[in-house]
Nanobody
Framework: VQLVESGGELVQPGGSLRLSCAAS????????MSWVRQAPGKGLEWVSD????????TYIDSVKGRFTISRDNAKSTLYLKTNNLKPEDTALYYC????????????WGQGTQVTVSS
């Protein structure tokens, strides 16, 4: 299993980014996939997840209406579109494979850094 995130960068408050996670080594469409973040000096925080067929999505309350998770199973790629970014969104963003859709993550990428600052 390999997960490789990209797309993070420094952005001003109110800006947007699209994060990507390229997956390989497993049948991507068979698994829930999640985005999880870690802010400086804080613990891991689950952000969003999506079922393997894209039929169910969930979000943490703080990003609802601003972030959109999606996936392209033909490309084995997970995305997170982030809009109206706030300084409190600054974090290292990881994608993770979820075995059950209940937060049982067994594989993680290396993360991509999102910094929101003026």
């Amino acid at each position: 299993v390999q997960l490789v995130e990209s797309g993070g960068e420094l952005v001003q408050p109110g800006g947007s980014l699209r994060l990507s996670c390229a997956a390989s080594g497993f049948t991507f469409s068979s698994y829930y996939m999640s985005w999880v973040r870690q802010a400086p000096g804080k613990g891991l925080e689950w952000v969003s997840d999506m079922a393997g067929d894209g039929g169910r999505t969930t979000y943490i309350d703080s990003v609802k209406g601003r972030f959109t998770i999606s996936r392209d199973n033909a490309k084995s790629t997970l995305y997170l579109k982030t809009n109206n970014l706030k300084p409190e969104d600054t974090a290292l963003y990881y994608c993770a494979r979820d075995l059950t859709g209940l937060g049982e993550h067994d594989s993680w990428g290396q993360g991509t850094q999102v910094t929101v600052s003026s």
